[in-house]
């Protein structure tokens, strides 16, 4: 079974601080995604990668940033956490032929 | 540009009954529709998929239908359980990108 492990489930940030998200999946899917999920908004695609330093931007690319440096993992970093990006962060991964497994979410607060 | 649009934030309905969830696209590019739900707390499970040479795929209690020429798809769930109670997102995808554009959800709530 397809396991996608994000490595927080909860995470409280300050204003400006640089916030590092991480994902990691376990069955060596080359397509990787960052969302965020907010009220009324639904699932918004931040970032995606389909191989290894491979990066494309999403629909809300902005205020963050991404890393692939090995196959199994897709590192979200916010460069300086703002108010705006409280939110749940979902990270999923697939192959080409597959729905998007998602991971358990990180909840995010920035104060 | 909302290019999938649900537009009921929330749904009741008594057990046992059906459940219909609806989704409306406006991407004509669109040929690979998928649904998920989602419990709080939790990812998103994917639920059932139909592609847009097919206007029905069913997979137990859950039958999907898509009509392209409305550009319009409904999940339909029969007999609604309680364990259903979740957020239904519904998302759309063209061939070869392998992104999905979501939908804003549905809170099912599925009174016993």
């Known amino acids: 079974d397809v396991k996608v492990t994000q490595s927080s489930r909860y995470l409280v940030k300050r204003t400006g601080e640089k916030v590092f998200l991480e994902c990691v999946q376990d069955?060596?899917?080359?397509?990787m995604f960052w969302y965020r999920q907010d009220p009324g908004l639904g699932l918004r695609l931040i970032y995606f990668s389909y191989d290894v330093k491979m990066k494309e931007k999403g629909d809300i690319p902005e205020g963050y940033s991404v890393s692939r440096e090995k196959k199994e993992r897709f590192s979200l970093i916010l460069e300086s956490a703002s108010t705006n990006q409280t939110s749940m962060y979902l990270c999923a991964s697939t192959n080409s032929n597959q729905p998007q497994h998602f991971g358990d979410g990180t909840r995010l607060s920035i104060l | 540009d909302q290019q999938v649009k649900q537009n009921s934030p929330s749904l009741s309905v008594q057990e046992g009954r059906i459940s219909i969830l609806n989704c409306d696209y406006t991407n004509s590019m669109f040929d690979y529709f998928l649904w998920y739900k989602k419990y709080p707390a939790e990812g998103p499970t994917f639920l059932i998929s139909?592609?847009?040479?097919?206007d029905k795929n069913e997979d137990g209690r859950f039958t999907v239908f898509l009509n392209k020429s409305a550009k319009h798809l409904s999940l339909h769930i029969v007999p609604s359980q309680p364990g259903d109670s979740a957020v239904y997102f519904c998302a759309g995808s063209t061939s070869g990108t392998y992104k999905y554009i979501f939908g804003t959800g549905t809170r099912l709530k599925v009174l016993a």
């Open positions: 139909i592609s847009s040479i097919k």
């Open positions: 069955m060596d899917h080359e397509n």
